[in-house]
């Protein structure tokens, strides 16, 4: 069955980088929409950035654009997020989620989702 995990979360300084990955295993994701989500105590899950990679059309969150992108490696059916000059404010539990189709923009509701990861968490510090 298709599985995600999420590894690479951690505790860093303001204005440091990180790179969270998603792997996912049982299936290829050609032609699936994949997302980077977080939610922190007391939020709601929120869309961080999607992917999707039948056309490599990428989306981010107003909150986080210019400072995180999203990336892949084909061959190892891996997803990254690259976050640079993290503030704390960007703490949270970031998962991963993937959905067969091209339905692939921020707004799309997160039950649309087949796929969860466990999340990591990552926690920035001031």
């Known amino acids: 069955q298709v599985q995600l995990v999420e590894t690479g979360g951690g505790s860093v300084q303001a204005g440091e980088s990180l790179r969270v990955s998603c792997a996912v295993s049982?299936?290829?994701?050609?032609?699936?929409?994949m997302g980077w989500f977080r939610q922190a105590p007391g939020k709601e899950r929120e869309a961080v950035a999607t992917f999707y990679t039948g056309s490599e059309e990428t989306e981010y969150a107003d909150s986080v654009k210019g400072r995180f992108s999203i990336s892949q490696d084909n061959a190892k059916n891996i997803m990254y997020l690259q976050m640079s000059s993290l503030q704390p404010e960007d703490t949270a539990m970031y998962y991963c989620a993937a959905r067969r189709g091209k339905l692939c923009f921020l707004g799309t509701p997160l039950p649309l989702y087949n796929y969860w990861g466990q999340g990591t968490q990552v926690t920035v510090s001031s």
């Open positions: 049982g299936s290829p994701v050609g032609g699936w929409c």
